[in-house]
Each structure stands twice: as C-alpha cells, then as structure tokens.
C-alpha cells in the first residue's frame, strides 16, 4: 500500500466514521504530508507503508524537533498524528505492526490558563461597550462567553433554535459534532431573549447588520474592542473568556467532572489545567498569612498561651 493513498483513506475515515471537524481533519492530513514528504526526501517517486520503519518516524520527530524548531507541543502534535494513522494502518491490516509504538511526547512546561479575576468581569461588562447600535448584541456575546465557557466556533454556529429560554438551557454542536446542554445563568437568558424570542429556530444567534452570520474573526474584533474599552490590561481572547468561566466555576466548588462535562472536554487531562489556578490561589492565600500572629492581615489577633491582657505572667 502506498503512503498517499493511506493519508486520504485515514482522512476520510476522520470525516465519515469520526466525525472529526474540518480543522481537525486539516491539522491531521498537514502532520502526515509532513511525513510524505520526510520520507520523500532520497527522491523517491513511490512510498510504500513498509517504508514507514520505527527508524524513520524517530528520524522525523528528531526533524521536527531540531531541523524544524517546532516547539514541543507541535511536535507532541505530529507524533500523535503519526500513531493515530499507523494505528489505522494496522486495523486495516496494511501494516502489520505500528512503527510508532514506544514513541514518547517530548517533555512540556504546562501554561497556566490567563483569565479574568472577579472585579474585572463586571467592568468588562460595564465599561466595555459603548453606545452603539451593535452594543446589545455584543454584551450577548460577552456574557453568554462567560457565563457559559462555550467555545468560539460554539457562539459564531448557534442557531436560535439552540437556545431554549423556557428550559434556561443552550443546546451546543461542540467537537466531532457532540451535543452537549449547558445550563443558563439569568444573565445569558436576559441578554439572549431579545436577540432570539422572534427569530426561525435556523437564525444565527449573533448576526451582522446585514443579517448574516458573524465570523469568528469579527467575534474575536468586538472581545479585543471591548477589553481596551473597559481599560483591562490582560490579552484576553475569546478562549480566555473560556478559562474565566471553568476558574470561576472551580473557584466556587465546582467538581472537575463536572468542568469537563459544561466545556464540552472529552478528557478529564484536559480540564484538570485548572487545578493549577485553584492551587495558585490557594498559595497566594497562604503567603498572606501574617506569621508572626499567626493569622490572615485584618483578622482579631488570638490570645497566645503563657500570656494575659495585662503583661507576662
């Protein structure tokens, strides 16, 4: 079997039998055309599978790593690429044993998620929009992005028909097309029934004047616009209006599994970053202990043992 015509059959099988989206199907097909054209490199015309040896997909990832300069997560990106394709490789019996078991992800330094702490998110919402026709549908976005964590293709795809205002509840298409229901703070429902209550259930949500649906990029314009209106000198993107919203759940008690579930993660690896804020904020809780007291500034003093009000006993 040939090695092009094996990327297309993985492809399509992402596609059909995956559900993966476009994007996702993209970064893939882009990961193993990386590969093609590795191996291509002594001027073969034709590779064949079998080319495909545990030797060479080392050499590929030492490529990526030191030739390219791709930093670890692209790299840990590509190496997952090749063993979901090799792993398919061998299902369809064209490979009899996969040439990246044994691979190990390069060693990362995890980020810790930006968001927005508790006062800034009410001046966000009150400084951050000037009067202007658009402003009740940009407040819309800004309040259904934190008060929901849905993703931004999540908010430029919904439709009104997604959002039920009598189950105060919003229906999201989320990854690999999985529907998940995702309750509604009083403040999104207040904020979406005027944009929804009249619209046909195949409506965009968030519209242009022109009626048409809003892109991701116009989405991503108003968020910027309204964070330098409001004066918060954070970057913060749409994605983070995300992290907000899974900190401020966490922050309250929220359980981990349940994070996952209203963000839509399909590993619960992927939503435990935010335990890294929550122990941030513990130990900043910590450090302001007063130590030579013993208690947190501003709190009542304790009676120490051995002493009385009146001096040394």
């Known amino acids: 079997m040939d090695v092009a015509p094996a990327i297309d059959a993985f492809v399509e099988h992402l596609r059909v039998e995956r559900g993966l989206a476009a994007h996702t199907q993209k970064a893939y097909r882009s990961d193993l055309e990386h590969l093609w054209r590795y191996l291509s490199r002594d001027g073969k015309e034709r590779l064949r599978l079998d080319d495909l040896t545990p030797l060479y997909v080392k050499d590929f990832i030492a490529h990526l790593r030191d030739d390219c300069q791709m930093r670890p997560a692209s790299v840990a990106r590509a190496m997952s690429s090749v063993r979901r394709f090799c792993d398919y490789c061998v299902k369809r019996e064209w490979l009899d044993a996969s040439p990246a078991t ?40 800004l309040v259904t992005f934190l008060f929901t964590g849905v993703r931004l293709s999540e908010l430029v795809g919904l439709d009104a028909g997604q959002v039920d205002l009598g189950g105060n509840c919003l229906r999201i298409w989320g990854k690999g097309s999985k529907e998940r229901l995702v309750p509604m703070h009083e403040v999104v429902r207040l904020a979406l029934a005027p944009l ?118």
């Open 102 to 141: 044994g691979l190990r992800n390069p060693r990362m330094a995890r980020k810790l998620p930006v968001y927005l702490v508790d006062d800034e998110i009410p001046r966000l919402l009150r400084d951050g929009l000037p009067d202007e026709e658009t402003a009740e549908r940009d407040r819309a976005m």
């Open 196 to 313: 929804v209550s009249s619209l046909p259930h195949d409506v965009p949500v968030f519209r242009q004047p022109d009626g048409s649906r809003m892109t991701a990029r116009m989405v991503g314009y108003v968020v910027e616009k309204a964070i330098r209106q409001a004066g918060l000198s954070q970057r913060i993107t749409p994605h983070k209006l995300r992290h907000t919203f899974a900190t401020q759940l966490l922050h309250r008690g929220a359980r981990l599994l349940e994070i996952k579930e209203l963000l839509g993660h399909s590993r619960l690896a992927t939503t435990s970053i935010y335990t890294h804020t929550h122990v941030d904020r513990l130990r900043r809780a910590v450090d302001e202990i007063d130590l030579a007291t013993g208690t947190a500034p501003g709190a009542p003093a304790a009676s120490r043992p051995g002493r009385s009000s009146g001096g040394v006993t």
